[in-house]
């Protein structure tokens, strides 16, 4: 990879290596682990705007930055582009240095209510969210995908009205709706969002390895690329990329996640939230199934350290 700052305003990144917002796994923990290994920028979970507005106190906790989030970057969604605008300059993302706004989401409840990538249908309302935004004199990212159905693509339209309405960067996952996460990412439809482009395009899909990333900038010639899945199962993915000699004892990980949490969150929270995080911590071990069962009746995370330290014993 070629591998550079990238500028969304007046904010530097560290690296053109992002990790992408995820729903319930891209907490403030997973975060400060990936930006501990590398990652140049890192987003929060998507939250709602009208979430925000009406005082859902969960939405709160979602914004939770680490002291090592040197760029702040908030994703938001929604389909109303003064509610939006409003939701952004008030608490807490007022604090944030960057939003980005969700043009992507593949889930039902978001595209039903019009949200997410059931925007991508409607690029004229989209350029208005985008503008209205910018108004908050914050950079404005956006992530998107490629279309609503495999072969009936939106790509460079939606980049061109995004880019009119003010974005700063794109990020293009090379999927369309229907294929949520499934099948080879479109290269030829990110290289097109590219080419359509007037500010940086991060490629994003299918990443889980060097080899991946390489293959993802060389057939887009995107300007970085952005990682979801494959930094969950292995966040020191950024380290190998970036070339640096990295050992990794997956105890001492699991163990050091669960402890950052337990700096914002109670115990039998912890227990509860981590499992998703801990089963792919252990994809791929040996012998691993029956843990992974029994991690969903743990209720205290003194029991789940207790079985992980038997397992990699």
Request: glycine fraction near 8%.
């Amino acid at each position: 990879m070629n591998l550079k700052s990238i500028k969304i305003g007046k904010f530097e990144t560290e690296n053109n290596l992002f990790f992408a917002p995820l729903a319930g796994f891209s907490d403030f923990a997973m975060r400060d682990i990936c930006i501990g290994y590398g990652a140049g920028l890192t987003f929060t979970e998507m939250v709602s705007c009208k979430g925000l507005l009406f005082g859902n106190e969960n939405t709160e906790n979602l914004l939770y930055c680490s002291p090592s989030e040197k760029i702040k970057c908030a994703q938001i969604f929604g389909n109303d582009p003064v509610i939006m605008r409003r939701a952004i300059e008030e608490t807490p993302l007022s604090n944030f240095d960057v939003i980005d706004i969700n043009f992507g989401c593949p889930m039902p409840k978001i595209f039903n209510n019009g949200e997410g990538s059931a925007l991508l249908q409607n690029p004229a309302l989209a350029e208005k969210i985008v503008y209205e935004c910018s108004k908050s004199d914050k950079p404005i990212t956006c992530k998107i995908r490629i279309g609503i159905k495999d072969g009936e693509f939106l790509t460079e339209d939606f980049v061109k009205a995004i880019c009119a309405g003010g974005a700063k960067l794109i990020t293009v996952h090379g999927r369309t709706r229907d294929k949520i996460y499934a099948g080879e990412p479109n290269y030829e439809e990110i290289a097109k969002a590219k080419n359509s482009s007037i500010v940086p395009v991060v490629a994003n899909g299918g990443i889980f390895c060097k080899e991946d990333a390489d293959k993802m900038q060389s057939l887009t010639g995107a300007d970085g690329v952005m990682i979801a899945r494959g930094a969950l199962e292995k966040p020191w993915i950024f380290a190998e990329i970036l070339g640096k000699d990295v050992k990794v004892c997956k105890k001492t990980l699991i163990n050091e996640h669960i402890d950052r949490l337990l700096t914002r969150y109670d115990d039998r929270t912890v227990s509860i939230i981590f499992r998703k995080q801990l089963c792919l911590y252990l994809k791929g071990e040996k012998n691993s199934a029956d843990l992974k069962q029994k991690l969903f009746t743990y209720k205290d995370t003194r029991s789940i350290k207790n079985a992980i330290d038997e397992f990699f014993s």
